[in-house]
């Protein structure tokens, strides 16, 4: 019996953009404070490999490092306001390059119109899709007084602030993506495992096959990725250099797919 392995399963269709000599996928995480972005983040980066960009959290150790910007990004994190475009921006940027992943989650971005146009001209990426985390505000002003995380923002005065951005700056970024059919919108006042399993149908595209080699003998694990890999389709080439359909491949006698 051979060994199990996660294996990618690339979609065709899905939007590809270039970062550098990079392709990536890029899916914009949005909805009110509170309405439970960062928890299902977390989720998605533990089932799909994504890994998790919160723009708030970069800002924040932007404040940490003790950078130029510091003392401008925690006053206006203080006041709900929005830090200027060139300055999120460019954070995440750099944190796509660094990282080897291609799929990215970008949570809290963009929070206005301006954000949104800069960041597509500077990166020249659109998301795949946005995810949009729709819940009351009732409840989300619950959530954050009871988040308990020490954050600046988290009281009252801040949070109605933070509202307010929302409603008459960010919602305007969701109708853009609404209107070229990229939103997914989630009931996110449900609980978080319920809100899980309509994400988990989201984003089933990008889930990974297992698959176990039963005749390492016959067929090595870098044939088989080699299959997988090539020009990130469902369609692999064979052996005898012809074309190998996915469906060949999952019959092949010496692998199972579990
Ligand atoms: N579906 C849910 N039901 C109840 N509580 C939730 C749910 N989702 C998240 N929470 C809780 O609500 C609080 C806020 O969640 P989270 O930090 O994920 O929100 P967020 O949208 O990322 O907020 P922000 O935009 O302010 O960073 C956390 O304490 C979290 O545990
Ligand atoms: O793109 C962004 C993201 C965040 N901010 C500022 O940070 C706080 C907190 O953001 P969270 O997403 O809740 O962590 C937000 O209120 C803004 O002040 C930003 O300016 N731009």
Redesign the pocket.
């Known amino acids: 019996m051979g060994s199990v392995v996660d294996a990618p399963v690339v979609v065709e269709g899905v939007a590809e953009n270039m970062l550098g000599d990079k392709k990536v996928t890029v899916v914009f995480?949005l909805?009110?404070?509170?309405?439970?972005?960062?928890?299902?983040?977390?989720n998605i980066v533990e089932h799909f490999g994504f890994t998790h960009l919160?723009a708030?959290?970069l800002l924040r150790a932007e404040i940490k490092s003790g950078s130029e910007n510091g003392t401008m990004i925690e006053n206006m994190i203080k006041e709900g306001k929005i830090v200027p475009s060139e300055v999120t921006i460019k954070l995440l940027q750099d944190a796509m390059i660094k990282n080897e992943n291609d799929k990215f989650l970008i949570?809290?971005f963009p929070r206005n119109e301006e954000n949104r146009a800069a960041f597509e001209n500077v990166t020249k990426i659109s998301p795949a899709f946005v995810l949009f985390?729709d819940?009351s505000e009732e409840?989300?002003e619950?959530?954050?007084l009871?988040?308990?995380?020490g954050?600046v923002?988290?009281n009252i005065e801040t949070i109605r602030k933070?509202f307010k951005v929302f409603v008459d700056s960010s919602l305007p970024v969701i109708e853009h993506y609404n209107a070229k059919d990229k939103v997914k919108k989630i009931d996110?006042?449900?609980?978080?495992?319920?809100?899980f399993e309509v994400v988990k149908a989201i984003f089933a595209p990008y889930a990974k096959l297992g698959i176990q080699l039963l005749a390492p003998d016959k067929i090595s694990w870098i044939r088989v990725m080699e299959w997988l890999n090539r020009d990130k389709k469902r369609t692999t080439e064979g052996t005898n250099g012809g074309v190998l359909s996915e469906k060949a491949l999952l019959e092949c006698d010496y692998i199972s797919v579990i």
């Open positions: 995480v909805g009110g404070p509170g309405s439970g972005k960062g928890t299902q983040c977390a919160s708030g959290d949570d809290g985390f819940c409840e989300m619950r959530r954050l009871g988040r308990n995380q954050r923002d988290d933070r996110a006042a449900k609980p978080i495992s319920e809100v």
